[in-house]
């Protein structure tokens, strides 16, 4: 569970995550405070300390959700070098594996260019 506070509203949202504890223990469900983080989305580092059970939640830095990272300042350089970087790799392997092999036919050559990346990014194909 990824939470963000501001600074004027980190009162109500302590409320509102009091008020969700209290709905899914109702619902015979607990949050899981060794799986759950806060991270303060703001330029400048600001504490935001929030509990679920008498628990303080650590609050961090930069959180992966759905495969992107989130950083607390907002920015994506890091997230955009990962992604070049993948990119690199399938051509990579595509230079590798199609064009310096003169001997397949087309047919053939595509047929790599798609096992390369089914096997580099199966989670685009599913």
């Excluded at 009162?11 to 899914?24: G, S, W």
């Excluded at 109702?26 to 949050?31: C, K, L, Q, V």
Aim: hydrophobic share 40%; with cysteine.
């Amino acid at each position: 569970m990824m939470l963000s506070c501001w600074l004027h509203q980190s009162q109500d949202l302590q409320h509102v995550l009091e008020r969700f504890a209290a709905e899914c223990e109702a619902a015979g469900m607990r949050i899981s405070t060794s799986k759950s983080e806060a991270m303060v989305l703001d330029r400048k580092r600001v504490a935001c300390p929030l509990r679920v059970g008498g628990e303080v939640l650590p609050q961090v830095e930069e959180f992966k959700y759905l495969g992107v990272l989130f950083t607390s300042e907002g920015k994506m350089e890091r997230e955009i070098d990962r992604w070049i970087g993948a990119a690199s790799a399938v051509m990579r392997s595509v230079y590798r594996t199609v064009v310096v092999k003169k001997e397949l036919s087309r047919k053939k050559a595509k047929l790599s260019i798609y096992l390369v990346n089914l096997r580099s990014h199966p989670h685009l194909w599913s």
